[in-house]
């Protein structure tokens, strides 16, 4: 078999299974562990999949710049938002992590909605200008330009001072197994942070991210309590995370 025929192997194995266990090809194809994983490699340097220990899981196709995210799955997203904007309550302290499908739900909100919405996105904040009913908390750090979100030690300290009745979280991958990733060390700490100071977690995840795994892990599937998926994603790409403790909502 050719290079090229055993790398698009692996990646439809990737589409089918979720994830390629390079012992169990090797002996598949009878060649050696090593040719396997050196097929991995090249494909991980060309960003078309994650090594984990012992093989490879899909990568998220959604780390790219947020300008480029804005252009993808946009009826699903909107859809997603309008599930998200459902989930809000007057009088509700509501912390909104940066991405596009949580830009879905300030679009989504009701006209006369009254919550504090707390954010690190000035995406988000801006969104909000023409919402005279919604107190907005903007939490100032870094720039992550990538995300359009504040980072480190200043965002940091300000989380810290906060006790919110719900977090969106924003991820690139949720994956039953190895949870809740995105692709930025200093941002997966932050969204770990505004976790903790929230007294429940919401993601929103168009069907890319289901299964696909990025580099940094945020959290496990069971550190949320709603994971909103599109309408139409099949029953069996949610049925792993069934077990996990989580409430699984279907927009539209």
Request: aromatic fraction near 2%; proline fraction near 3%; avoid cysteine.
């Given at each position: 078999m050719l290079t090229s025929q055993r790398k698009r192997l692996i990646l439809d194995r990737l589409a089918q299974d979720g994830q390629v266990v390079a012992k169990q090809l090797s002996h598949e194809l009878a060649l050696s562990e090593d040719t396997i994983r050196r097929d991995l490699r090249e494909l991980a340097a060309e960003g078309l999949l994650l090594r984990v220990h012992g093989g490879a899981m899909p990568v998220s196709p959604t780390v790219v710049p947020i300008a480029e995210r804005r252009s993808l799955s946009r009826d699903a997203k909107s859809a997603l938002g309008k599930a998200g904007a459902a989930m809000i309550r007057d009088g509700m302290t509501v912390v909104f992590d940066g991405g596009t499908s949580n830009l879905e739900i300030i679009r989504h909100l009701p006209a006369q909605a009254r919550f504090t919405a707390i954010t690190h996105s000035p995406t988000i904040a801006v969104a909000l200008e023409d919402r005279p009913d919604v107190d907005v908390v903007i939490i100032g750090g870094k720039l992550f330009r990538h995300s359009m979100v504040a980072t480190g030690a200043l965002a940091a300290e300000a989380i810290a001072r906060i006790r919110a009745d719900l977090f969106f979280l924003g991820v690139t991958g949720v994956h039953a197994?190895?949870?809740?990733?995105?692709?930025?060390?200093?941002?997966?700490?932050?969204?770990r942070q505004l976790m903790t100071a929230s007294a429940e977690t919401a993601v929103l995840a168009t069907s890319d991210k289901l299964g696909a795994v990025s580099p940094f892990r945020i959290g496990g599937i069971g550190e949320i309590s709603t994971l909103v998926v599109e309408g139409g994603v099949a029953d069996e790409r949610v049925a792993a995370f069934a077990g996990s403790g989580v409430s699984i909502l279907r927009a539209g």
């Amino acid at each position: 078999m050719l290079t090229s025929q055993r790398k698009r192997l692996i990646l439809d194995r990737l589409a089918q299974d979720g994830q390629v266990v390079a012992k169990q090809l090797s002996h598949e194809l009878a060649l050696s562990e090593d040719t396997i994983r050196r097929d991995l490699r090249e494909l991980a340097a060309e960003g078309l999949l994650l090594r984990v220990h012992g093989g490879a899981m899909p990568v998220s196709p959604t780390v790219v710049p947020i300008a480029e995210r804005r252009s993808l799955s946009r009826d699903a997203k909107s859809a997603l938002g309008k599930a998200g904007a459902a989930m809000i309550r007057d009088g509700m302290t509501v912390v909104f992590d940066g991405g596009t499908s949580n830009l879905e739900i300030i679009r989504h909100l009701p006209a006369q909605a009254r919550f504090t919405a707390i954010t690190h996105s000035p995406t988000i904040a801006v969104a909000l200008e023409d919402r005279p009913d919604v107190d907005v908390v903007i939490i100032g750090g870094k720039l992550f330009r990538h995300s359009m979100v504040a980072t480190g030690a200043l965002a940091a300290e300000a989380i810290a001072r906060i006790r919110a009745d719900l977090f969106f979280l924003g991820v690139t991958g949720v994956h039953a197994g190895e949870g809740l990733t995105t692709g930025d060390m200093e941002e997966a700490a932050i969204k770990r942070q505004l976790m903790t100071a929230s007294a429940e977690t919401a993601v929103l995840a168009t069907s890319d991210k289901l299964g696909a795994v990025s580099p940094f892990r945020i959290g496990g599937i069971g550190e949320i309590s709603t994971l909103v998926v599109e309408g139409g994603v099949a029953d069996e790409r949610v049925a792993a995370f069934a077990g996990s403790g989580v409430s699984i909502l279907r927009a539209g």
